[in-house]
């Protein structure tokens, strides 16, 4: 079966630092990784995405992410967080018709 | 385009009523779903269709009526509202069912059941 696991319901970072979200999958066949953010009060927009290619995704607003097929995983990563980027962040995985997603990392950015 | 709409926006019910939630897009997209999304545990798929005429289950579908008869509308019907379906709801749609392709989300609706 498909499955999503984010480490970490809750990260903290200062504003001006890295910003790491984990996510692993699990998958019988070739993925399909997405990362989607949801700002207060809004519903998800996609962040970026993975379907084939290069592993190696660039997003919107400065975020990408590496698929890393050994490890299983699709870590999101920023090189410096801003504080419009508190928010929750949902990592996804689509192994046919449906979308299967993670649990949720909520983003805490510090002044 | 107003992409994915949603209404209502709030919604406070008592146990045992019914509504129906709306949802509707204006993208000519195949794929509609419709999501809960509780405190810690992500978003959960309640019913999905891949076309007009053709509705599925999802992982928590207990509770909850589809169907659709247009491309556009997707409406999402609690038959005898109970507390446990407190929850945010969203409507979801994409171009197709490829694996690859992206979902647009409607704004949600935050229903309380007393």
């Avoid at chain 2, 407190?86 to 989300?105: H, I, K, M, N, W």
Wanted: charged share 15%; with cysteine.
């Amino acid at each position: 079966a498909q499955s999503v696991t984010q480490l970490g319901s809750h990260v903290s970072v200062s504003e001006g630092a890295l910003v790491l979200l984990r996510c692993n999958y699990s998958s019988s066949v070739p993925p399909y990784l997405f990362w989607y953010v949801q700002y207060p009060n809004q519903g998800l927009q996609l962040l970026l995405k993975y379907t084939t290619g290069a592993t190696l995704v660039k997003g919107i607003n400065g975020f990408e992410a590496e698929f890393k097929k050994s490890e299983t995983s699709f870590h999101l990563t920023k090189p410096s967080a801003h504080m419009s980027d508190a928010a929750e962040y949902f990592c996804a995985v689509s192994p046919y018709d449906k979308i299967i997603f993670g649990k949720g990392t909520r983003l805490h950015i510090l002044p | 385009n107003a992409g994915v709409t949603q209404t209502p926006k709030f919604q406070v019910l008592k146990t045992g009523q019914s509504m129906t939630l709306q949802c509707a897009q204006d993208m000519n997209h195949e794929y509609m779903s419709w999501y809960r999304q509780d405190p810690g545990m992500g978003l959960r798929l309640i019913h999905y269709s891949v076309g007009a005429g053709i509705t599925d289950q999802g992982e928590v579908p207990n509770g909850y009526n589809v169907s659709r008869s247009t491309t556009e509308d997707f409406p999402l019907r609690l038959l005898s509202a109970a507390p446990s379906q407190t929850s945010v709801y969203f409507c979801a749609s994409s171009r197709g069912t490829a694996p690859g392709d992206e979902q647009f989300f409607g704004p949600g609706t935050r229903l309380t059941v007393l």
